[in-house]
């Protein structure tokens, strides 16, 4: 069975927002995404299933502090394989220390990250929801929005015709999220903060840009409490237990719903056009096996995927671009 390159994915935001969290959490839904068919290589579910059990401690009733799985100290990937009818689609997770998206990071750790943007078609943004919903937003830089956003438009240019997705998943946001009119309040702090990206979706690049909002509960059984400040800045999230609750991730698997529809659309659109024509227009970052899937079991498989996605819920809302993630 052939091997193609990998196809990237990039997951951007601040160090201790909970990246590689929510990847632990993913890892654990992707059998029940297509079974038998997604699965980590070794050495990533060695990574990932650690990470678990450490945020699963954490959130233990007999813990008294609750302690984030620790900080990326370096530019980590974590693999996958989509194993279809006659090859294997590789999929590869960049995850890098958040102070590497920062404008005041070394040149060579600030282009690595942009270079492999450039090679990706969906973002993941981890968004740290306390420091967006705290005290009217008090202390929304420290969740280094501004950083990403640049990060952003830097690789979305004007000449770039490649279509892409944007997910922007809140995490560490269960005590936002236990009533209707809370998670409406969520969302819009979401939007107010990412608001020039989502113009560049509905606006400068419509068409060409998805972007949803996906929050995802990493603990279930843990919500955040208030900010620990000190000279005008946030130093610790201070976290506390819900009683009568076990570890309990929700929602985990919905980021790679969505972006497994938008691939899927993507395919079903190739196989309109002419191979010449979709290398051409997709020359940087189309890589891999287009011909992974056959247009026979392409729909069932991209059905199946779909039908978990709660896009029409109060939890998730795609703000532009639904057409194409074929939801």
């Known amino acids: 069975m052939a091997e193609t390159k990998p196809l990237i994915f990039t997951m951007l935001g601040p160090s201790g927002s909970g990246k590689t969290s929510m990847l632990a959490c993913m890892n654990r839904e992707l059998e029940s995404m297509i079974p038998g068919t997604f699965y980590p290589d070794r050495r990533t579910f060695g990574i990932l299933e650690d990470a678990y059990q450490r945020l699963k401690e954490s959130a233990n ?36 220390p ?34 967006l919903m705290e005290q009217g937003g008090k202390y929304a830089e420290q969740a ?64 060409k840009l998805a972007i949803a909002i996906v929050p995802i509960n990493t603990m279930g059984n843990v919500k955040f409490s208030y900010l620990k400040t000190a000279g005008g800045r946030a130093v610790e999230q201070v ?10 991730p929700e929602y985990t698997d919905q980021p ?25 227009m997709f020359h940087f970052v189309c890589v891999w096996d287009w011909e992974f899937f056959s247009p026979d079991n392409m729909p069932d498989i991209a059905k199946y995927v779909r039908s978990g996605i ?13 057409e194409l993630m074929g939801v």
């Open 144 to 207: 280094a929005i501004r950083d990403v956003e640049l990060m952003i438009k830097e690789v979305i240019g004007e000449s770039d015709k490649q279509e892409r997705l944007i997910l922007l998943v809140p995490i560490k946001c269960e005590k936002y999220m236990e009533s209707w009119s809370s998670q409406q309040a969520l969302k819009q702090a979401v939007k107010n903060a990412f608001h020039d990206t989502i113009k560049m979706g509905q606006e400068t690049y419509k068409g």
């Open 61 to 96: 009733p007999s813990t008294l502090n609750i302690s984030e799985v620790k900080n990326t100290e370096d530019m980590t990937s974590f693999d996958f394989k989509i194993k279809g009818n006659k090859n294997i689609m590789p999929v590869r997770f960049f995850d890098f």
């Open 98 to 131: 958040g102070r590497w998206i920062a404008r005041s990071a070394a040149d060579q750790d600030y282009n690595q990250v942009i270079k492999l943007m450039k090679q990706s078609l969906v973002f993941i943004v981890a968004v740290d929801t306390p420091y």
């Open 256 to 280: 790679l719903r969505f972006a497994m529809s938008f691939l899927f659309e993507q395919f079903r659109k190739q196989q309109k056009r002419s191979k010449s024509i979709w290398r051409k």
């Open 310 to 322: 709660s896009s029409g819920s109060s939890r998730n809302e795609i703000i532009c671009g639904k």
């Open 239 to 248: 976290f506390m237990k819900v009683n009568g609750k076990t570890f309990s």
